[in-house]
């Protein structure tokens, strides 16, 4: 099968686009055809790192994790899935575990999903990490009806779901991109943009209710001064925001600081697909590439510029 994968731990050598041996799918595990697979900053992080040190890690390392496509073999005992199933999901991407980037993937059915009716395999592909990462982050910020929320990096993967969840739980959001998204902003439902670079922002304080900073890293002297009395900041860079942290940063300020990140489960999806099957929620998808420029995807994505999500595409 042709495959992008890592062939040396070494962060100097990223992955390459060849041919690697067709994987056989062990009694618990899915055989699945890819169709379309979404890059995500954890996908270049990887890539660029010395992965050697991973537990469990091994060569070839096929990288990716959103993914959709069909059910060649299912697995044994399994009546979730059959053959011809279009599903899709996130493939762990530690532990030695193959990653998506590849015509072929094994997984365990607790990866996968049922793709819904209406969705193509490249929406499918898009949600996964950053539409269950922006849902954990409107809900760590306790984000509900006529909430006042800045989502900044408004119109990226994590940012552009956000804005669209926001809005469909009512919340009042304020987008903050680059003054060249302002429109995407506005199209995917923000009351109002504001660009990072212009001032309006700098005159601001005590407005928001909660911050989703899907850029991460927006300074703690804007957090504090933007957040209202008892408002909450979550970023998808804390990977965990130990609790005494929290907790004195509450005691002194009387502001939240949180994480956002990715969870699989099942009531998430279920949200995500309900939000979609509304038409409250339509992934954004404008780069498409496919598996031979997956290197082109990547450096695209790894730019920090997207807009909505892009696609590595396997389909005929
Ligand atoms: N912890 C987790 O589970 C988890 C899950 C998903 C993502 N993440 C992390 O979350 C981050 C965002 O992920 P993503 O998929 O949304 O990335 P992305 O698609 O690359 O989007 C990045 C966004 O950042 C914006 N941006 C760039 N410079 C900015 C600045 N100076 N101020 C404000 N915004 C700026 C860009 O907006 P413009 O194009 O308008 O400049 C773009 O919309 C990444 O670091 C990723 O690793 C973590």
Known sequence: MKAYYKASFKKSETSRYGVLLDPVAGANQLLIEVKAVSVNPVDYKLNNMDTGFIPGARLPKIVGSDFAGIVRIPAEGDTAFKAGDRVYGA?????GKPGSLAELLVTAPENARHIPDGMSFQEAASLPVAALTALNGLRR????AGSNLLINGATGGVGHFAVQIAKAKGAVVTAS???KNSKLAMKLGADKVMGYRCEDMAN???AFDAILDAWGQMKFKDIFRLLKKEGSYASPLFLIAPAFVTNIVWLFSRKYLTSMNMRKRAEDYDEIEKLFSEKKLKPFIENIFTLEKAAEAFAF???GRPRGKVIITLAD
């Open 91 to 95: 493939a762990p991407i530690f532990f």
């Open 204 to 206: 601001i304080s005590g």
């Open 301 to 303: 994505a790894e730019k």
């Open 177 to 179: 991109c680059s003054e």
């Open 141 to 144: 910020c306790k984000v509900t």
